[in-house]
């Protein structure tokens, strides 16, 4: 299938590492052209360099509120166009109820939630018919997870937000779509595996709970990107997509 995105212009924020640069560097294999962001310059170039010619790495703080502005004029300036965004951003800290501060809080919020806002807002005011706003959230919009309370808190609104959005943004032809990754085999769910003090025993007892019985790779996730944010997928939007293996309990 062609997915119809040579020569699209995207912003991929948070793809210096992760499920970002994942889905950058399957939105390159099929042709787009990419302005990629991460908070250090020389990881933002780096991890461009690394995708190919058609990359420019950025560096941005998605809490910062002239993010949006100065990336989407990054994607003009350097492609002539812009079709869409995909805003990822870094887990907030780990930590059950008691665990997380009020600067903890404070400071996932600004990043996570009204950063993220703040971008959609700019690219849905930027973006005309055929645009996308793509969000990659969590399985905690359906499914809290122990540990993760922050998280917990915010991704729901998000996906909430983006729900709303996708209404409003439905009459001018731009999508708006979500992300809702489980256990993919990133540094970060690594990092949280290990939070048990047995990183091998908590994998294996979330993988039993999969029905597919493994966690996804980067480039499994990364492929269900392009392909939402592609045209191929034109008749989606509102759709929050679970790329879990199944692991939600419910329809």
Known sequence: MDL????????????TRG??????????????????????AKAAADAAAEIGPDAVGVAADNAAPETAERLIGAARAHFGRF????ISVGGPPPGFVADNSDEQWQ????????????LARGAAAALGEGGVV?????????????GLTISNGLRP????????????LGPRGIRVVGLLPA??????????????GDADAARAANESRIPLRRYGTPEEFGRTAAFMLSPAASYLTGV????????????
């Open 83 to 86: 079709d869409g965004v995909l």
């Open 134 to 146: 793509g969000f990659v959230l969590s399985g905690s919009v359906h499914e809290p997870i122990p």
């Open 240 to 251: 929050m997509l679970p790329v879990d293996g199944g692991a939600r309990s419910g329809f």
């Open 183 to 196: 256990r993919i085999d990133t540094d970060r769910v690594r990092e949280l595996d290990s939070l048990s």
């Open 157 to 168: 609104g998000l996906a909430g937000f983006a729900k709303s959005l996708s209404d409003e």
């Open 19 to 40: 499920l970002g640069n994942a889905a950058a560097r399957a939105l390159a294999a099929e042709g787009a052209k990419l302005i990629i962001t991460g908070r250090d």
């Open 107 to 118: 400071a996932a919020f600004e990043s996570v939630f009204l950063g993220a806002v703040r």
């Open 4 to 15: 119809g995105l040579k020569d699209r212009v995207y912003v991929v924020t948070g793809a």
